[in-house]
């Protein structure tokens, strides 16, 4: 029975339930200070998925244009045409699984805290992460969800039983994509142990163990990854001696050990080992670099991260493909009256938010190492392109336009013609009276052949 209740409910009302309690006890370990700088900080890499995503909510609920567009993909499903709707859902699918994959993945990228905060700071940072990848995951159905509710009780002008059916059909199948959508990334299944985590059907936990374990981090995915251990040199007297005889045991060791001592199994325990995927850098420093700490730098290899990489190819390849084949489709084609405005919205904020994350892939991951990104790249091309593309029929100095009528000119031409139509629909008008009026008479006088008129009602 509870199985039943949470496929109906989805595993949104439990996973909320959990973020409340992470926030509460945040709120007790950290000052409110600290939690807005923090919030506001993580907030920030993911411009590219809230600028959408409030421009959403202002299409559907402050533009009557918006509202107008629902109504009609509600007026659409009264006359039993399925498409508008099913493609709706489409939409907010594909725009929600965008969208919670490529905030992980800027956070992933740009937040590097865990190697210089405090664990109270880095664990309310990982609650912000998880947050916001529920809340846009869940936003565009919810937006739209709200937006129809509104246009309910607007619509005014429809029957209350069609009304309300449609509506409530909408609504169900809302709620019922809200649910699934949830299940998917918030139901956990499997055992959790040392190094072990439980998993989803999809989101951070679908991923393999290990990636988790150095996403869950906060080091920055693509940044250098530093095994530290302290100098001798830092402690007093007794304590200094006794770490001298384990620094020994890498310092005065031979170059190999030295250099894969953090890697090497014999040493460190599972969960603490380096990966032996990472490679070693600045071997020369190792020992001879200043500071209080001995150092191996590691660079991060692209393929540590598969799984990861292979979703956000994945999403990104799919919205650049449906990005092609929308601006492909002729316009004659009925397509896009069967795909509706509000699918096509998500569509187009689906296709952005995937395009964006795959180059963000592309500059951080694949060209890491070229001098410019990728982004800049293209943000160049497209302003010079733009300045001098000069093949516009109306730029052409030889291109002939046809004379513009004035407005004014305009107005008074239509102004004639609306007077002639009034005109027409008056004399109509009138000769429609005078036909009800003769038909009207002809009922209320009943003629008596060779006597006056008698009235059949008061006239």
Known sequence: MKSYVNAILGSFVPAFEKGIFEIRFSFKRLTVRTLVHDFISVAASIGFVILPAFLIGFIFLLLPQGRDTLLLVVE?????????????????????MVSEISVRYAIYISDNSGKNLSDDRVAWRKTV???LAAAFLLWPSFIVFVSMFWCMLSATYMDKVPRFLCFGICFILIYWLMSFLSNLYF?????????????TKLGERSLPDREQQYLRKLYGIYQDFIYALPKASSFQKGYKKELQHFSDHFTKSTRDFTEGFPQNPKVLIETRIVPAEFNLIEREKLLKGRGELYKWTYQIPA????????????FAGVSFMLFLLI???PGWWPVFSWIGAPALICFAFACYTGIYAGLLYLDKSL??????SVRLLLF?????????NQDHPVRMTDHKTNQRESVVDHFN?????????????????????NILLFSFVQKVVRYVPGHIPVYSYPV
């Open 76 to 96: 659409n499903l009264s006359t039993f045409n399925i498409w508008p709707i099913f493609f709706l859902l489409l939409g907010i699918a594909a725009w929600s």
């Open 129 to 131: 992460q998880k947050l």
């Open 187 to 199: 139901r956990k299944s499997g055992k959790a142990s040392a190094g072990v985590y439980l998993k």
């Open 303 to 314: 393929s540590f991260y598969k799984g990861l990489h292979g979703q956000i190819k994945l």
């Open 327 to 329: 601006s492909f489709i």
């Open 367 to 372: 060209l890491r190492k070229w001098k410019i």
């Open 380 to 388: 160049i091309m497209l302003v010079i392109c733009s300045y001098y």
């Open 413 to 433: 031409r239509w102004f004639v013609n609306y007077k002639a139509n009034i005109d027409q629909q008056k004399d109509d008008g009138n000769q429609q009276k």
